[in-house]
């Protein structure tokens, strides 16, 4: 069974980092594209950054991009959001997702994922 737990959330302040990391289990990551998405409350879903099942191909929100970066280490079956000059606005319940396939590229629509994990909450304050 396909199962997605996500952690390393918590409170940090501006300007500060986090590593989220997603623990997979019951598939291998060469045959799954994953995807971090971010809700905050009141806000629609957004994709955040994606990294295609091949691992060469990511797609980045403008949002995050030069200051996140998605990766994934296969022996530990797990993939990384690393979190770099955080914001208030990066405030969110982040949650990772899954779909097979997806060799050459990744999309950031949530649509497009087809198993979640439960999310974990990054809270950006001073």
């Known amino acids: 069974q396909l199962q997605l737990v996500e952690s390393g959330g918590g409170l940090v302040q501006p300007g500060g980092s986090l590593r989220l990391s997603c623990a997979a289990s019951?598939?291998?990551?060469?045959?799954?594209?994953i995807g971090w998405f971010r809700q905050a409350p009141g806000k629609e879903r957004e994709g955040v950054a994606c990294l295609s099942s091949s691992g060469e191909t990511t797609n980045y929100a403008d949002s995050v991009k030069g200051r996140f970066t998605i990766s994934r280490d296969n022996a530990k079956k797990a993939v990384y959001l690393q979190m770099n000059s955080l914001r208030p606005e990066d405030t969110a319940n982040y949650t990772c997702?899954?779909?097979?396939?997806?060799?050459?590229?990744?999309?950031?629509?949530?649509?497009?994922?087809?198993?979640w994990g439960q999310g974990t909450q990054v809270t950006v304050s001073s």
């Open positions: 997702a899954a779909t097979g396939g997806r060799w050459g590229l990744c999309l950031l629509a949530a649509t497009d994922f087809t198993s």
């Open positions: 019951g598939f291998t990551l060469d045959d799954y594209a």
